[in-house]
């Protein structure tokens, strides 16, 4: 049996099921919704995603901790019983019958803190605010033992598999490489690398489309240094990785705005295992490995620079001449 094969299938049938959920909750926002600046709709997929997935892990690796971005306090307050019946609402249109006691405690699955030998990661809706605009975000997930990535997963339903199809899975095992697949449960399976390519006239960054989740001030001076004057492809959440990971961008910076700010570990573990498998290269903005090791927080590391490899020490000098 191929290393993590079993975990594999949980885990890419429970992501596909979580961004199914979170896409029928997108659909139903309305010009209304954003108007009133109302939040409930990505707070309810937040929570349904990450009830179904932490429900998938609990079934089928009994005892397995999870560090999750979520928990349970607020739904669990009388006031909150309306909230928590959409919850169980769009979990019962998935097939998931389910009390509320039930769907508490597996959100509550999500609370480990610290690090463990063993341990999956969970970003139930990473890019809220692509969420709410109904534009991109992603469903994250990955399995780390002793510190290293072996598994990820990144649902993202509105990336085009191809022009026919939108929704996209991406993931990845250690040493396996990377692969997309279409999100409608298609057979369709399709291995895939970054760009080889090196003509700076070609070559195009990925960032966040918040100016206040990295410094694009700083961002364009690399880019200038460099000699790229392509406009940046911005769009929310871990997506980002996915496009650099099938070659439709080259580097990815998550640069920090604050010098306290460490970067939560669900925002990226999914996606860092995905670029590097399709041949890529992820680290801080030093240059240093990401370490796992820590808990819910990068905390030994600045920020994240992935790239198509080829140009990773030369994205990296150009960080230092920049920020020196």
């Not at 990377?178 to 960054?205: C, G, H, K, N």
């Amino acid at each position: 049996m191929p290393a993590f094969e079993h975990e594999l299938e949980v885990a890419l049938t429970a992501v596909r099921q979580a961004s199914q959920v979170c896409a029928a909750i997108q659909a139903e926002i309305t010009p209304d919704t954003l108007a009133k600046q109302d939040k409930s709709p990505v707070t309810v997929a937040d929570y349904s995603s990450q009830a179904l997935i932490c429900r998938a892990l609990q079934h089928a690796f009994r005892g397995d901790p999870v560090i999750a971005e979520e928990d349970a306090a607020d739904l669990r307050k009388p006031e909150q019983a309306a909230f928590l019946g959409k919850i169980l609402g769009h979990l019962a249109d998935a097939g998931v019958l389910a009390t509320n006691d039930a769907v508490c405690g597996w959100i509550d699955l999500g609370g480990t803190n610290d690090f463990r030998p063993r341990y999956w990661t969970l970003d139930p809706i990473d890019g809220t605010k692509g969420f709410l605009r109904g534009e991109q975000y992603a469903v994250s997930l990955a399995l780390i033992i002793h510190g290293e990535i072996v598994l990820g997963v990144l649902g993202c339903p509105n990336i085009p598999f191809n022009s026919q199809t939108t929704g996209t899975l991406f993931y990845a095992v250690k040493g396996g490489g990377a692969y997309m697949e279409p999100l409608d449960e298609s057979a369709e399976r399709v291995r895939i690398q970054v760009s080889a390519a090196t003509d700076r006239s070609t070559l195009r960054f990925c960032e966040s489309v918040e100016s206040g989740h990295s410094k694009q001030d700083t961002a364009a001076i690399i880019a200038e240094k460099l000699g790229i004057t392509a406009a940046p492809v911005r769009m929310d959440s871990q997506a980002k990785y996915g496009v650099v990971a099938r070659g439709e961008a080259h580097v990815y910076l998550r640069l920090p705005t604050r010098a306290d700010y460490r970067e939560k570990i669900w925002d990226h573990a999914g996606g860092v295992l995905v670029v590097t498998e399709a041949g890529g290269t992820v680290t801080d903005v030093h240059g240093k490995p990401l370490e796992f090791t820590h808990g819910r927080e990068l905390t030994a590391n600045r920020g994240v620079i992935a790239t198509t490899g080829n140009i990773h020490a030369e994205v990296v000098a150009a960080y230092a001449a920049a920020v020196s």
